[in-house]
């Protein structure tokens, strides 16, 4: 149930606040404890607002909650000086490690959740999230299957990193008009999947970024249509949070081994570090600092670069035109990569947009991604098709994983266009998506 779901947060936030209040106060950070609790009062009186209002477990909640307040506002905060200089320790000597700039991340925190608190006040409470049944037909699915066999075959002509997730869009539609719309599976949306799925093993199976673009998609509309269903009961949830979070870790476990072995060459078995209490602590803790600390030193190295250097203005934004207008490429995943020798670090939404224009930039940036989440979210909710909720879930799914940036979400909705052009191009029976719409306001 969706209450569930709001009482994990809150209890997560209470607890962790209360923790980490306790360790500061003991360093003296006086500061850091007021302002950490006053931001986390703002965010706890968001997230009981969204309940009210919203109903639902909606992508722009867990936007505002993974990446909002845990990555861009509770991390910060806890990264002091002397955390600092044990990750300083853990790095290569060429490695830069910046100051936490907690005190911009805090201004930018504060602004955007008293936004989305005058927002949230002024917006109708919506009757339900329920994410089933989904209005579609048969021809839907044939239509999609047309994208899908195009959308792949783009994908293999630019043999690009950047259009391995091409098919994350048609894939995403296929799992959940097959679960949402009351398991009525067909023989194009089979097809659609094992396409989808074939590109996916052959393109981004080695490469486990690549392939939570694909997995990360279906295990959000997962948590919002277990959440918003009536059915699925509140012991449930926890059971399934908790298996959830022992499943990261365990990804977190198997990556690490899995990089260090292909990577750099080691030799590392998964027993060995299961069997090792110390190493198996030290790979979870690993996971926890890739998910949600990790933004910190990798958005301050480029809020740093900027304040030496000045502000791109707009610059990343158009990094793909830029040399065809005679600009500068400004990429900041590369940029930033350079600093702690690897090959890709994106900063993070603050850092994008804190390099573009400053504060403000960095409140823009992010109040961008809200409200075009919530603009798909409140479309899906009032027409339900399966199209809407790719245009929900998809564009932003990476932004939620990896910190992504404004481009990210401009590219996967470029991709859902042309998932769902095929559909808009081909007759839809509209006498079946009407008899489906009665079917599920009779229900």
């Given at each position: 149930?969706?209450?569930?779901?709001?009482?994990?947060?809150?209890?997560?936030?209470?607890?962790?606040?209360?923790?980490?209040?306790?360790?500061?106060?003991?360093?003296?950070?006086?500061?850091?404890?007021?302002?950490?609790?006053?931001?986390?009062?703002?965010?706890?009186?968001n997230v009981n607002l969204y309940e009210k209002k919203v109903k639902s477990v909606s992508p722009s909640l867990i936007f505002y909650v993974i990446v909002c307040f845990f990555n861009m506002t509770f991390c910060p905060f806890i990264y002091t000086n002397?955390?600092?200089?044990?990750?300083?320790?853990q790095r290569p000597e060429t490695s830069v490690t910046p100051n936490d700039h907690f005190e911009i991340y805090a201004i930018v925190s504060i602004v955007l959740s008293i936004l989305i608190f005058i927002y949230l006040k002024t917006r109708k409470e919506e009757e339900s999230g329920d994410v089933k049944p989904l209005y579609t037909s048969s021809t839907n699915d044939y239509a999609v299957l047309l994208s899908t066999i195009?959308?792949?075959?783009?994908?293999?002509?630019?043999?690009?990193?950047?259009f391995v997730p091409i098919c994350v869009a048609p894939m995403t539609y296929f799992v959940a008009s097959y679960f949402a719309n009351r398991r009525h599976g067909n023989i194009a949306m089979f097809v659609g999947f094992v396409i989808c799925f074939g590109y996916m093993v052959i393109n981004a199976l080695g490469d486990r970024f690549q392939l939570l673009q694909y997995v990360f998609p279906l295990l959000l509309f997962f948590i919002i249509y277990l959440s918003n269903n009536k059915k699925v009961k509140p012991s449930h949830v926890y059971i399934l949070f908790i298996i959830g979070v022992l499943l990261i870790e365990l990804y977190g476990v198997v990556s690490e081994v899995y990089k260090l072995n292909h990577g750099y060459g080691m030799s590392i078995s998964l027993s060995d570090v299961f069997n090792n209490k110390d190493v198996l602590f030290k790979y979870m803790e690993n996971q926890i600092y890739r998910i949600f600390e990790i933004w910190t030193p990798l958005g301050g190295t480029i809020i740093e670069l900027v304040q030496e250097n000045g502000y791109y203005y707009g610059l990343t934004f158009i990094k793909s035109i830029a040399p065809r207008l005679g600009l500068e490429y400004v990429n900041l995943a590369t940029i930033n990569a350079q600093f702690i020798g690897a090959t890709y670090a994106q900063p993070g939404l603050v850092a994008e947009g804190y390099a573009n224009f400053g504060i403000i930039g960095a409140i823009v940036n992010l109040g961008i991604i809200f409200v075009l989440m919530e603009y798909c979210y409140r479309k899906y909710l009032k027409e339900k098709t399966p199209y809407m909720l790719l245009f929900a879930i998809v564009p932003f799914s990476k932004i939620i994983l990896d910190g992504g940036s404004l481009n990210d979400a401009i590219f996967n909705i470029i991709f859902v266009f042309i998932t769902i052009f095929f559909i808009k191009i081909l007759p839809i029976d509209n006498r079946q998506v009407a008899l489906n719409k009665s079917l599920a306001k009779s229900i």
């Open positions: 149930m969706t209450k569930a779901i709001y009482n994990i947060i809150r209890f997560m936030t209470i607890v962790l606040v209360g923790i980490n209040s306790i360790s500061l106060i003991a360093q003296s950070y006086y500061l850091r404890v007021f302002i950490m609790v006053f931001a986390s009062f703002l965010f706890l009186a002397e955390k600092l200089d044990e990750l300083r320790a195009v959308l792949a075959g783009i994908g293999l002509v630019m043999n690009s990193p950047s």
